[in-house]
């Protein structure tokens, strides 16, 4: 998740999109090990915790970044001021997992973890 210098918003997991799997695991809870939170960052302030990143949430997680990118770049043309947008998808890593409103649709079996 880029977050400083450049960067005048933030929205993501800060490692690795397998960690949502983790809080699911046996053992996770008796391990000590910290859960991983999707962050939200805006320049000059402190990354908050916006919501634990695990699998009820990893299908929903591309829909919500894009719809922050979009918000972005509304705000932006409309103050007309030049952007930048990285977004990087989540849904072409492990765990694979399509949005509830796409679960079943394609009629090939998908819309399991795979």
Do not use: W
């Not at 990285?86 to 509830?100: N, W």
Request: no cysteine; glycine share 10%; hydrophobic share 30%.
């Amino acid at each position: 998740m880029p977050y400083g210098p450049g960067f005048d918003e933030s929205l993501g997991v800060p490692n690795s999109t397998d960690e949502s799997v983790y809080t699911s695991a046996p053992g996770f809870t008796e391990s000590g090990l910290p859960e991983t939170y999707v962050m939200d960052g805006t320049k000059g302030k402190t990354l908050k915790k916006v919501s634990p990143y695990r699998l009820d949430y990893r299908p929903l997680i591309d829909r919500d970044l894009t719809d922050r990118a979009l918000d972005f770049m509304r705000k932006q043309a409309k103050a007309d001021k030049p952007f930048f947008v990285y977004l990087r998808y989540t849904a072409t890593h492990f765990p694979t997992m399509p949005h509830p409103d796409f679960a079943g649709k394609s009629g090939n079996g998908f819309g399991q973890i795979y």
